[in-house]
Nanobody
Framework: QVQLVESGGGLVQAGGSLRLSCVASGRTFSSYSMGWFRQAPGKEREFVAHISWSGSSTYYADSVKGRFTISRANAKNTVYLQMNSLKPEDTAVYYC????????????????????WGQGTQVTVSS
C-alpha cells in the first residue's frame, strides 16, 4: 500500500513558476513509476508527466513539454513537478499517482494504469 500526499499548489500569475511535491509512504518508493495528472473544472483528468523508477526516463504531455519538469528523489520518497511559464489554462487540481515499475522501460499515461493516488493540490494561474 502506498499513500501519496501532494503539496506546493497555490495562486500564481501567468508566466510564473511553482514546484509541486508529492511524498510517498512506504519503503519501496524506488519500485514505483510516478505520474502527475491534472483536472480542470468541468473537464476530465488528464496526464501531465511520467517518470520511471530510477528517474532516467521521463515523458510529458505536449501541452506542458518544455515548461514542466518531473523529477524524483528516491532517498526522500518524493517526486516533484517544476512548472515554469505557467498559463491560465494550467489551472487545475494536480494529482500525483504511483504504480509498480517492472523495469520494462514503458511510460504510463492512462489513469487506469496507476494504482495509487494522492488527494490533489490546487494550482490557479491568473491572467
Amino acid at each position: 500500500q502506498v499513500q501519496l500526499v501532494e503539496s506546493g499548489g497555490g495562486l500564481v500569475q501567468a508566466g510564473g513558476s511553482l514546484r509541486l511535491s508529492c511524498v510517498a509512504s512506504g519503503r519501496t518508493f524506488s519500485s514505483y513509476s510516478m505520474g502527475w495528472f491534472r483536472q480542470a473544472p468541468g473537464k476530465e483528468r488528464e496526464f501531465v508527466a511520467h517518470i520511471s523508477w530510477s528517474g532516467s526516463s521521463t515523458y510529458y504531455a505536449d501541452s506542458v513539454k518544455g515548461r514542466f519538469t518531473i523529477s524524483r528523489a528516491n532517498a526522500k520518497n518524493t517526486v516533484y513537478l517544476q512548472m515554469n511559464s505557467l498559463k491560465p489554462e494550467d489551472t487545475a487540481v494536480y494529482y500525483c499517482a504511483a504504480r509498480r515499475d517492472y523495469g520494462f522501460g514503458y511510460y504510463y499515461t492512462a489513469i487506469a494504469e496507476y494504482n495509487y493516488w494522492g488527494q490533489g493540490t490546487q494550482v490557479t494561474v491568473s491572467s
